[in-house]
């Protein structure tokens, strides 16, 4: 550790003074007079979304923890705490304003919706217009419609918005069609839960430049404070009369148990993590972490809403920010890659500079998001009121008894429609391992008796871009050695670049060689698949040689390659014509696929094979997007 390293502890410093800037403590026994109001929320959110985006930058700065950087090295391991904060207010804000305001539900997709995804699409379409400047990429039509729409997220940021937006739709849904509100609180909840499940389960997100919904232990690992904000705002004033009694002793508590508990899943989370969910030990490393990271998140929420009971805030600055606080979320990343992405400066330089321009940048375009926001709730409760003056005649009467009706229905299905989801919730996802001790056998026992060009299966891979669980992968013997087999896949499963960056790399450089070294590729195999790969040029998941690929295929046509579904998705190139397989005519897409390099050879090139099944060796530059990935393995038998 170094001075300037000390020195990057003045930014949490200084959020701090400007947080408790005019602050006040309430007196012994007595709750501040703001307690949980909008002004007092809105200042917490704001702190919490600049300690976000420390979090980000003490990442870039420290190699996500492989320096220590001194006291702000902490913010390394606590964004999802941050995030935490974001998700209990949430929470909180449904439960509550369902408590207190009168029709709450009837306006609330008019007043709710509106209001977190129209910054959600202007900041989209801001950063898809920088990226056509930054990096000179211009998509077709589908692509730039699902980038703005965040099917595609181009703000790897933006999960939050996706995720707060299930959760507003379920919460509208239950609380609309179920009048008992308890138990419409215990089925949103039991959902929230399952969309946990859903994303643990889901994987580690893949490396790369795109980013996929429900993948990565962001989308989960500080969600069940969401839960304790939607129980704090049903049962607020027990809740809050229970703090009151207690609270020295639970504020001793909740301090020493999420220092405890936060220490405790920061070692968890180095020892075992969330990159191994493919196997089962990897499963069981991954749930503990999740266990001890959401326990952190739930006692730190507890601590700021304790703290926030005797301390009222009162600073500009931060009221300020709390204006601009979602656009200022989802536009930060943006200057840190790739605008400040490999400057070289000194972190405090670099800090300071991300800080600014994204308070600019969140300044200059929360009034025109704003303005848009009240256009479009003002359009919609327009309509709304519309609606509410219709006569009650005869024939609306009849047509509210069948909407009660089909509500009644509806309130009976959903226990039903719970259960149903469960079940196909684990066949999803506990198929892969409740059966891989027999499929692996299948496997060997098949590649044994394949010959070559004959087809086998060998571990899972999502190909048909339904997030349902994974299928079955199908591998093309190209060669067989002895007690081992040369595998490639009979699809491409995936598109990227070779290279990020344009610049003359290797193939050991390359932004590809890294990819297939870790997640998705490396949870393709079950624990057992994995002891029988034999590790190609330091990876078990690699690609063809341009000598291999002239080697192994005896002609243009075997080399020509069909994507999957999911890979078209993720934005591999297509191409629906071919030359020598009329693929267009059944609806079949090629594409052109990466080979690997020569070992130690430097490119600003790299090797493909073209849509028509021709190798070329100096077309593709190694920044160019859309490539198919086709992995290649070896299998020991």
Not at 42 to 59: D, S, W
Not at 405 to 420: F, H, Q, S
Request: hydrophobic letters at 45%; glycine letters at 8%.
């Amino acid at each position: 550790m170094i001075m300037t390293d000390l020195l990057l502890f003045l930014y949490p410093l200084l959020l701090i003074v400007l947080l408790l800037q005019g602050a006040s403590l309430s007196p012994r026994g007595e709750t501040g007079p703001r307690f949980l109001c909008p002004d007092q929320t809105g200042m917490i959110r704001a702190a919490a979304c600049l300690c976000i985006i420390l979090h980000h930058l003490v990442q870039h700065s420290t190699g996500y923890g492989a320096r220590y950087a001194g006291p702000v090295t902490f913010f390394n391991d606590a964004g999802f705490l941050f995030t935490g904060i974001f998700f209990f207010f949430s929470g909180y804000g449904l439960t509550r304003s369902l408590e207190t305001r009168e029709g709450y539900l009837k306006t609330f997709p008019a007043r709710r919706f509106p209001s977190v995804l129209i910054p959600f699409w202007i900041t989209n379409l801001l950063l898809i217009l920088a990226g056509r400047i930054w990096y000179g990429f211009w998509w077709n039509p589908l692509k730039l419609l699902g980038d703005f729409t965040g099917i595609t997220l181009v703000n790897s940021n933006g999960w939050f918005i996706i995720e707060i937006t299930l959760f507003y739709a379920l919460f509208w849904f239950f609380f609309t069609f179920i009048r008992r509100r308890d138990a419409a609180l215990a089925l949103l909840s039991l959902a929230v839960l399952l969309t946990i499940l859903f994303a643990f389960f889901r994987g580690h997100d893949p490396q790369g430049h795109a980013v996929h919904w429900f993948r990565g232990e962001w989308w989960y690992n500080s969600t069940p404070v969401f839960l304790f904000g939607l129980v704090f705002g049903r049962f607020r004033d027990r809740i809050e009369a229970f703090f009151r009694r207690h609270y020295p002793l639970l504020l001793t508590t909740a301090a020493v148990l999420f220092a405890a508990v936060f220490r405790v899943s920061v070692k968890i989370l180095k020892r075992y993590g969330y990159y191994y969910t493919s196997t089962p030990a990897g499963l069981r490393g991954a749930g503990l972490t999740l266990l001890f990271q959401s326990l952190a998140a739930l006692l730190f929420a507890l601590l700021v809403l304790l703290l926030s009971m005797k301390v009222t805030l009162r600073s500009p600055v931060m009221s300020y920010i709390s204006g601009i606080s979602l656009e200022l979320f989802l536009l930060h990343g943006f200057w840190i890659d790739p605008v400040f992405y490999e400057a070289r400066m000194p972190d405090m330089v670099f800090f300071g500079l991300v800080l600014t321009c994204s308070a600019v940048a969140a300044s200059l375009t929360a009034p025109v998001i704003k303005a848009a926001v009240r256009a479009v709730t003002g359009l919609l409760l327009r309509q709304a009121d519309k609606g509410a003056e219709v006569p009650l005649t005869l024939e609306r009467q009849n047509l509210l008894a069948k909407k009660e009706a089909r509500r009644r229905t509806l309130r009976k299905g959903i226990p039903l429609l719970a259960v149903v989801l469960c079940i196909l919730f684990w066949i999803s996802a506990g198929r892969r391992f409740v059966m891989a001790g027999r499929e692996y056998e299948e496997e060997l026992a098949a590649i044994r008796s394949a010959g070559i060009g004959e087809e086998v299966y060998y571990g899972y891979f999502e190909t048909d871009g339904i997030p349902l669980g994974k299928e079955r992968l199908s591998w093309i013997i190209l060669k067989k050695e002895q007690d081992r087999a040369c595998l490639i896949c009979r699809n491409g499963i995936a598109g990227s670049f070779y290279n990020r960056r344009h610049a003359a790399v290797s193939w050991e450089e390359s932004d590809l060689y890294q990819i297939l070294s870790a997640a998705p590729y490396t949870d393709m195999f079950s624990a057992r698949e994995q002891e029988n790969l034999i590790p190609a040029d330091g990876n078990p998941v690699t690609l063809l040689s341009v000598r291999e690929a002239r080697e192994l295929f005896p002609n243009d046509q075997s080399r020509e390659l069909a994507i999957t579904t999911a890979a078209e998705q993720g934005g591999t190139n297509i191409n629906r014509a071919s030359k020598h397989h009329e693929w267009d005519m059944k609806g079949y897409r090629s594409s052109w696929w990466w080979l690997k390099g020569e070992p130690g050879s430097r490119s600003e090139t790299a090797p493909v094979v073209n849509v028509d099944g021709t190798i070329v060796t100096d077309e593709k530059e190694v920044n160019r997007p859309g490539g198919a990935i086709r992995p290649v393995i070896w299998v020991r038998y």
